[in-house]
């Protein structure tokens, strides 16, 4: 209900600009799954989308409201590209990924352990630190990019481009599928993977049980025995290596290179994802798409009706992100109680 109301004051903004919100729904809708390409754009984005929400997802278990996902991802990006320049003329991509991966995961989890200290030592407050820490991830990028990986002989703040070492295939390259130029590639398995970890992690081991317990009453998770310092370490750390994983899908899938501000949002989106999908990973699998939908329909949007800026497209994004995020619960109340009068009419005939 609250992607309906999101989109139907879309619709209204839309009709206020002098457009026909009925064509722009359907320039979104045809442009993100009505072709092969359309749906491998949008997968694309969800594949990043579900990396940083389910960063954003184990820490709130935990009851810790993290928004470094952005810049964990930014520092994950640094620690793929190193492992690529370095591997990318030796050896093939297969052999690459592994450490890669794993080079995105140490340096995203690096970057989010100093807030999480800080968190649960000193009692500093999560949001706001990490917020720095995404605008610190930012600057220290600049510099690295200028003074000691950027490309010889180029003033553009980026890396070289990998070679094929440093470059997973897309889907279409290994499977029978047709997505025309899309950059989807494998790391939307890796992704799936992910999310089975985190469920498994969350519902089915000890550890899983103790941050669930110390997010739902920490006082009494502190009697029981259960460490909050931590809980509160190792669930950021967790998050930092997720988030790292998306460095994976846009530079080793897509960009082939490592510059500035790749991750263009997506640990903000992260964050939606994760609310929308209530934590769980399947929740925020299909938030993924759907915000995946909104990305590439909304480019699709902006290229046919260019009176739609691309600001009102994120003016859209944006009231989707705050009905669906910030606005969960509103109509949960007004659902419950159409629901108790149906199941009291029913009972009455």
């Not at 209204?12 to 009505?34: M, T």
């Not at 930092?240 to 960009?255: E, K, P, R």
Request: net charge neutral.
């Amino acid at each position: 209900m609250n992607v309906a109301v999101a989109l139907l004051i879309s619709g209204l903004v839309v009709l206020f600009v002098g457009q026909n919100p009925l064509e722009a729904v359907g320039y979104l809708v045809s442009g993100s799954l009505g072709s092969g390409e359309g749906i491998g754009f949008t997968l694309y984005f969800a594949t990043s989308f579900m990396f940083t929400g389910l960063a954003v997802a184990v820490a709130s278990h935990a009851g810790l409201f993290t928004i470094g996902a952005e810049g964990q991802a930014y520092l994950g990006g640094l620690g793929i590209a190193l492992v690529c320049l370095a591997l990318d003329k030796v050896v093939p991509w297969y052999v690459t990924l592994v450490p890669a991966a794993m080079a995105g995961m140490l340096f995203g989890a690096a970057w989010a352990f100093i807030p999480a200290y800080l968190q649960a030592r000193r009692g500093s407050h999560l949001v706001i630190t990490t917020i720095m820490f995404n605008f610190i991830a930012s600057s220290v990028m600049i510099y690295v990019l200028v003074n000691l990986i950027k490309e010889s002989g180029s003033m553009a703040p980026q890396t070289r481009l990998f070679d094929a070492g440093g470059l997973v295939p897309k889907l279409g390259e290994i499977l029978p599928v047709d997505i025309g130029t899309a950059p989807l590639n494998i790391s939307l398995f890796i992704a799936i993977a992910a999310a089975v970890f985190v469920w498994v992690l969350i519902w089915k081991t000890k550890l899983g049980f103790e941050i669930r317990a110390t997010g739902a009453n920490p006082a009494a998770a502190r009697n029981a025995g259960i460490g909050y310092v931590k809980i509160t370490i190792v669930c950021m750390l967790i998050s930092g290596a997720l988030a790292g994983l998306a460095g994976v899908n846009i530079l080793m899938g897509d960009l082939g290179k490592l510059q500035l501000d790749f991750p263009a949002g997506i640990g903000l989106v992260g964050v939606a994802v994760a609310l929308m999908g209530r934590g769980h990973p399947v929740g925020i699998a299909v938030a993924s798409v759907l915000f995946g939908v909104l990305y590439q329909g909304g480019a699709e949007i902006s290229f046919w009706m260019p009176n739609i800026t691309r600001e009102l497209i994120m003016l859209i994004q944006g009231l989707v992100i705050l009905f669906a995020g910030a606005l969960s619960l509103m109509f949960r109340s007004s659902v419950y109680s159409l629901v108790d009068l149906f199941r009291f009419s029913k009972r009455e005939a």
